[in-house]
C-alpha cells in the first residue's frame, strides 16, 4: 500500500474576538460567582455589538456581584480602550437581564439525602487525545492557539505597537499515514491601526509571530504564508461583527479533529455537564493515550437529566488500540467515576478558573488549573491493562 496524505486545517482567534470577547464576559461572571458561592447555578450569555454589551442567563446565587463592573473590568483588561474602535470599557452600554435558574432543573440537579447529584440536562459530550504533541492535542489547533496568544502577547508588550485586539489565525498540516509532516499553510487575520503600512504589518507578523511560534524544520519553500488577505483590517472586533457567547465551540475543542456534542462550555457552572463531562471525557482520553493503549482516543459520554449516572460512555481509537477494545472499555469503566458530583470532586471545579480557559483553549494546555489535563491516572491504566 502507499502511503496516505492528507492535509488537515483549525484555527483560532484572540482574545478580542468578538465571540471570545463574549466568552470570557460571560466566565468572568461566573468566576466572580463561584469564587464567592460554590453552590451557586450560572448559565449566563452574553452579547457584544458596537458600543453595547448584553449579559442575559438564569443565575442563583446567595452573593452579590456587580456585572457591569465585571463586562468593564474584562473589556478593558483585553485591550477595547479607545472609542475610535467602536467598543470601549468605558463608555459602552452594559445592559443586564438575569433570572435565576428554574425550580424544574434545580429538583434534578441539587443533591439529594444520598448525596447523588444529577446531570443538570441530557446530552452528549465528547473528549479527543491523539499522539500529534507532547500535549496530546492535534497538531493544527495547538499551532493555531499559540500564534494568536503569541498576537495577543505582542500588541499588549507594545512588539508591534500597530496591532489591535482582534484577529484569528489558521494552520494547515500535512499529515502522511496520519503523521504530521510539515506545516502547508499559515493564515493570519490582525487587526491594526489606520495608520499601518500593510509591508510593515505583514513583516511584523511574520518575524515576530509566525516564526517564533512555527518551527523552521517543519515549513519549506511550498509552505504559504497569508496576512491579511484583504489588505486591510482597520474595522474589527464588536463594531465589525457581534459576538455571542458559544460561537467558537470548535475553537475551544480540538479544532475539528474529532466529534463535538454541540454543548458550549463559557458561562455555565460545573453542574452543566456540557462543561464538566467535556472535561473529564479529555481527562480520561488523554490518560489512556498517554498510558498506551490507543494513539487515538475519542470519548463520548451522555447524560439524561436529573440522572447520577450516564447513560451511555462510547470509546472509538480509530483502529490504533495496542490491547481490546472492550477491555479499554472496562478499564475506563473501573477507573474513572462519570457521575457529576464525582466529576466536579476529582477535577476540583468549583473554583474560579475559568475566564482563563475562554480563549486559547480549553484543552491541551499544562497550567495547573486545567486539571483535566493531568497525567495522574496512567499507572492504574497501566496497571489494570496489564503493559
Not at 442563583?60 to 463586562?71: A, E, G, L, M, R
Not at 477491555?327 to 475506563?332: L, N, P
Request: with cysteine; charged share 25%; hydrophobic share 40%.
Amino acid at each position: 500500500m502507499g502511503m496516505s496524505r492528507f492535509l488537515f486545517t483549525s484555527e483560532s482567534v484572540t482574545e478580542g474576538h468578538p465571540d471570545k470577547v463574549a466568552d470570557q464576559i460571560s466566565d468572568a461572571v461566573l468566576d466572580a460567582i463561584i469564587k464567592d458561592d460554590k453552590g451557586a447555578r450560572v448559565a449566563c450569555e452574553t452579547l457584544v455589538s458596537t458600543g453595547m454589551a448584553i449579559v442575559a442567563g438564569e443565575i442563583t446565587t446567595k452573593t452579590y456581584v456587580h456585572i457591569p463592573d465585571i463586562v468593564r473590568s474584562t473589556i478593558k483588561d483585553i485591550g477595547y480602550s479607545n472609542s475610535s474602535m467602536g467598543f470601549d470599557w468605558e463608555t459602552c452600554a452594559v445592559i443586564t437581564a438575569i433570572d435565576e435558574q428554574s425550580p424544574d432543573i434545580a429538583l434534578g440537579v441539587n443533591e439529594t439525602a444520598s448525596h447523588e447529584q444529577g446531570a443538570g440536562d441530557q446530552g452528549l459530550m465528547f473528549g479527543y487525545a491523539c499522539c500529534d504533541t507532547e500535549e496530546y492535542m492535534p497538531m493544527p489547533i495547538i499551532f493555531a492557539h499559540r500564534l494568536v496568544k503569541r498576537l495577543t502577547d505582542v500588541r499588549k508588550n507594545k512588539v508591534l505597537d500597530f496591532l489591535r485586539p482582534d484577529g484569528k489565525s489558521q494552520v494547515t498540516i500535512e499529515y502522511i499515514d496520519r503523521i504530521p509532516r510539515r506545516v502547508d499553510s499559515v493564515v493570519i487575520a490582525a487587526q491594526h491601526k489606520p495608520d499601518a503600512k500593510d509591508s510593515t504589518i505583514k513583516e511584523g507578523i511574520i518575524e515576530e509571530v509566525i516564526k517564533k511560534i512555527i518551527p523552521a524544520e517543519l515549513m519549506d519553500d511550498k509552505t504559504t504564508i497569508y496576512v491579511n488577505s484583504t489588505g486591510r483590517f482597520v474595522v474589527g472586533g464588536p463594531r465589525a461583527d457581534t459576538g455571542v457567547t458559544g460561537r467558537k465551540i470548535i475553537v475551544d475543542t480540538y479544532g475539528g479533529h474529532g466529534s463535538h456534542g454541540g454543548g458550549a462550555f463559557s458561562g455555565k457552572d460545573p453542574s452543566k455537564m456540557d462543561r464538566s463531562a467535556s472535561y473529564m471525557a479529555r481527562y480520561v482520553a488523554k490518560n489512556l493515550v498517554a498510558a498506551g493503549l490507543a494513539d487515538r482516543m475519542e470519548v463520548q459520554l451522555a447524560y439524561s437529566i436529573g440522572v447520577a449516572k450516564p447513560v451511555s460512555v462510547m470509546i472509538d481509537t480509530e483502529g490504533t488500540s495496542k490491547i481490546s477494545p472492550d477491555r479499554i472499555a472496562e478499564i475506563v469503566m473501573e477507573v474513572f467515576d462519570m457521575r457529576p458530583r464525582a466529576i466536579i470532586e476529582k477535577l476540583n471545579l468549583l473554583r474560579p478558573i475559568y475566564r482563563k480557559t475562554a480563549c486559547y483553549g480549553h484543552f491541551g494546555r499544562l497550567e495547573d488549573d486545567f486539571t483535566w489535563e493531568r497525567l495522574d491516572m496512567v499507572d492504574e491504566i497501566r496497571k489494570r491493562a496489564g503493559i
